[in-house]
């Protein structure tokens, strides 16, 4: 059975997989890949509202094959409960920093998935909402 490497990105560090692990079929890869994601996403959930945690896998050649990732997102969805204000960033500013953290994973995975043909499009789509997010939220300042 041929080796793979799950490599993994918790959103401030990788760890590169120098081991790997013997997979049957390209669905085992699959599977193995996406099953990290929820243990990972668990041990880190303490260091913040929103995470995206990525898990690349290389076959023995070390090409990437596979990608799987989670994106976590917490928040309050009141101003205020029992009369007590939430902790942290206000809604609307919380809301808008989701979207340009979702934007910029998109872009990322456009590029790391061979797009770079149609990325001169896809950054016009891309430079438009990161700057319509930023002009709300300086909006709401």
């Known amino acids: ?37 929820p243990d990972i996403a668990r041990e880190e959930l303490p260091n913040g509202p929103r995470r995206t945690f990525q898990v690349k896998v290389r076959d023995g050649s070390g090409r990437y094959v596979f990608r799987a990732s989670l994106t976590l997102a917490s928040g309050w969805m009141v101003e205020e409960v029992n009369g007590e204000h939430p902790p942290g960033e206000d809604r609307r500013d919380a809301a808008l920093s989701r979207a340009k953290t979702q934007v910029r ?32 939220r300086k909006q709401n300042k």
């Open 1 to 37: 059975m041929p080796l793979f490497y799950f490599d993994i990105h918790d959103g401030y560090e990788f760890t590169r997989d120098d081991t790997g692990i013997e997979c049957s079929s390209l669905e085992d890869v699959s599977k193995q890949a996406v099953d990290v994601l």
């Open 105 to 136: 994973a998109l872009r990322r995975e456009f590029s790391e998935d061979g797009l770079a043909p149609a990325m001169d499009d896809l950054d016009s789509l891309f430079s438009v909402a990161e700057g319509e997010v930023e002009r709300l």
